[in-house]
């Protein structure tokens, strides 16, 4: 099984790509869970729509190879951040070429705030089933990002997060083997 992430910010020493990171050390034996970069996107245009990008069309291959797709994403201004819009509106066009339909999903972010990302999950949430992606539930996973709780190479270091993280990739697991996609 292979699950592709999306974080949602373009900082290379992003605290959710750490959360990110450690997600994928946490993957089960028999799932792969890789990044699938967002970083080279241009701002989304219908005049692209005619004659993609290269990096679109990567973008959107990459999102068509995986079973299922995990949102790891800030939150910026109580929202999503426009990079993630972005590249969600990529996988979304030209009208009736979307990659996202029918795809299951989940959603997680970490931020020094007492909610987390809670704002930006639920933003999120709200255009994914739009996309009509199959969004996991639960468990909903909030994370505070407190210093030296996930090493810059994604260890867990904070033991009380360490279970969490693992009952989130162990749901995940379970939610995309359970809605993958149907091949024609």
Same mark, same amino acid.
Do not use: H
């Given at each position: 099984? %292979?699950?592709?992430? &999306? =974080?949602?910010? +373009? !900082? *290379?020493?992003? &605290?959710? %790509?750490r959360l990110a990171k450690a997600l994928e050390a946490l993957a089960p034996e028999g799932v792969e869970l890789f990044e699938i970069s967002i970083s080279e996107l241009p701002l989304y245009n219908w005049d692209f729509d005619a004659d993609y990008p290269a990096a679109a069309l990567?973008?959107?291959?990459?999102?068509?190879?995986?079973?299922?797709?995990?949102?790891?994403?800030? $939150?910026?201004? %109580?929202? =999503?951040? #426009? !990079? +993630?819009?972005? #590249? &969600? $509106?990529?996988?979304? %066009?030209?009208?009736g070429q979307a990659v996202w339909g029918g795809v299951p999903a989940a959603v997680i972010g970490t931020s020094p705030g007492g909610t987390g990302t809670a704002m930006a999950q639920q933003h999120l949430r709200n255009i994914l089933a739009h996309l009509d992606m199959k969004t996991m539930g639960q468990?909903?996973?909030?994370?505070?990002?407190? $210093?030296?709780? /996930? #090493?810059?190479?994604?260890?867990? *270091?904070?033991?009380? @997060?360490?279970? /969490? +993280?693992?009952?989130? =990739?162990?749901? @995940?697991t379970a939610h995309v083997e359970a809605n993958a996609r149907v091949s024609a």
């Open positions: 099984m %292979r699950i592709g992430y &999306i =974080v949602g910010s +373009l !900082a *290379q020493n992003s &605290i959710n %790509r990567d973008f959107k291959e990459a999102v068509s190879s995986a079973d299922g797709i995990l949102f790891v994403t800030p $939150e910026y201004s %109580r929202s =999503v951040p #426009a !990079a +993630l819009k972005n #590249a &969600i $509106e990529w996988g979304a %066009r030209p009208w468990p909903e996973s909030f994370i505070q990002s407190r $210093e030296g709780a /996930i #090493a810059e190479t994604g260890e867990v *270091q904070d033991e009380t @997060l360490l279970p /969490i +993280l693992q009952g989130f =990739v162990e749901a @995940l």
